[in-house]
């Protein structure tokens, strides 16, 4: 029997934070139309992908501002991308809805994150004022799911080995790459290059999400244990 708080789950609604991601993706397109993209011409108006800006090693940064493309920060926001990619094929193979809208959210969350990380410091006030940024409210609401999907499942006393189905075998691998992005975001933290204390808050629960959901997935399987 599923918990309340995954009955609750409509496979329609989009958690609260999909609000920012669209005014995100209004605020980006503007920054990427200023940061040299021109419009396409005739039928086809979609921006130009290849600017050429980037030939010189550097990439340009949310709001404002360009850095190296091996700086730590891109590091961070580039390990939440292969987390967003990765997440993605997990969804496309899993059947059940609830967890399908669970796993879309959670790479929408993601989206949030890697628009933080990809602001610089001198611009992060700017950021908080849209209200764009990673918030409690979202910490609590996947530890709260991840509560839920971990009341549903029993595991044992040892390690378990990855790949007892396709689904939980790329979940795990999108844990271990929001585990990445944590390492990278410890080092900018340890440089006093992050505001917000959710964004670590966020990113150690997203990943605990992740390992309860894979698990999840496998519940009506044996565990491949280690020992």
């Known amino acids: 029997m599923l918990p309340a708080t995954l009955k609750a789950v409509n496979v329609n609604m989009r958690w609260p934070s999909f609000s920012f991601f669209k005014n995100f993706v209004k605020t980006l397109h503007f920054r990427i139309y200023n940061d040299g993209m021109k419009e396409g ?3 086809n108006r979609n921006p130009v992908i290849t600017t050429k800006n980037g030939d010189d090693g550097t990439t340009g940064m949310f709001l404002g501002g360009r850095v ?3 700086d730590e920060r891109v590091e961070a926001f580039g390990a939440i991308d292969e987390a967003i990619s990765s997440l993605g094929f997990a969804r496309s193979l899993i059947s059940d809805l609830k967890i399908k809208a669970i796993v879309e959210n959670l790479q929408r969350d993601l989206f949030i994150v890697g628009a933080e990380l990809a602001t610089l410091k001198i611009n992060w006030s700017k ?3 849209t209200g764009q940024i990673v918030s409690e409210s979202m910490v609590l609401k996947i ?3 991840q509560e839920s999907l ?3 499942i029993e595991l044992p006393k040892s390690f378990i080995v990855p790949g007892d189905s396709q689904e939980s075998a790329v979940i795990d691998i999108s844990r271990t790459l929001i585990r990445k992005a944590e390492r990278k975001l410890i080092i900018l933290i340890k440089n006093n ?3 917000n204390p959710n964004l670590l808050r966020y990113l150690n629960r997203a990943s605990d ?3 309860v959901l894979a698990r999840y997935l496998d519940k009506n399987k044996p565990y ?3 020992h």
Do not use: M
């Open 41 to 43: 011409k005739g039928k």
């Open 68 to 70: 190296l493309k091996n």
């Open 127 to 129: 950021l908080a004022e």
């Open 143 to 145: 530890e709260e799911l």
């Open 150 to 152: 971990y009341a549903c």
């Open 193 to 195: 290059e992050v505001e």
């Open 209 to 211: 999400l992740a390992f």
């Open 224 to 226: 491949n244990k280690l």
